[in-house]
């Protein structure tokens, strides 16, 4: 992984503003799974998956994404899924 890439840690059912502006996720890490799933948007406001979402039962470990955003990376998590957002 690259020096100019960091690193978001979200380990409750929240919505984290991760980054406003345009960007690029690289990766989410699922270090410990709930029962909720996580959503992926390219927005600073509202709800509606736009870049993707992993499972409920997602299983643990990495997922690559390595996609930009233009508005800002926003992520909801509905369970308290213990996850890694690596971004930049």
């Known amino acids: ?25 690289k990766q989410i890490t699922v270090g410990e799974t709930a029962a909720g799933a996580i959503s992926i948007i390219d927005n600073t406001t509202g709800s509606t ?6 499972k409920a039962s997602v299983a ?3 997922y690559d994404f390595d996609c930009h955003f233009q508005t800002g990376l926003r ?10 957002v690596i971004y930049r």
């Open 1 to 25: 992984m690259n020096d100019d890439y960091l690193v978001k840690y979200i380990a409750t059912a929240t919505t984290t503003q991760v980054k406003t502006g345009s960007g690029r996720l």
């Open 49 to 54: 998956v736009n870049m993707g979402a992993l």
């Open 60 to 62: 643990e470990g990495t």
């Open 75 to 84: 992520i909801i998590t509905a369970g308290a899924s213990k996850i890694s």
